[in-house]
């Protein structure tokens, strides 16, 4: 519909320097907006000072291979999302662009 839609992430982690992972597990809206379009801005914030950074960069989704593979060890190992299902896909961003947040 070219409608944004903003979905909250709780397993961000930093592949590498310019790259940001994500896992897929209940997001269709996400998926679908993302197959369509894969320009993206994912927004973290540390909720006791207030202060994040803004990253935008294009997302690839990925269904298989190391970087998938780590993911899913990572939400294994972890026991707030051990019993989650496998996710749909990891959503690789290389990241174009930072802004950072300044305290509110």
Known sequence: TGR???SPKGAVRVL???TLIFADIFSPNTRANLKENPQVAI???NAKGMKGY???GKAELLTSG????KMVEGLKANPVTAKL???KYVVKVAV???????AR
């Open 4 to 6: 944004p839609n903003v």
């Open 54 to 56: 803004q990253f935008k």
């Open 96 to 102: 174009e662009e930072v802004l950072k947040q300044p």
């Open 16 to 18: 590498d320097d310019d």
């Open 85 to 87: 299902p496998a996710p």
């Open 43 to 45: 927004d973290v914030v």
């Open 66 to 69: 190391p970087i998938y593979d």
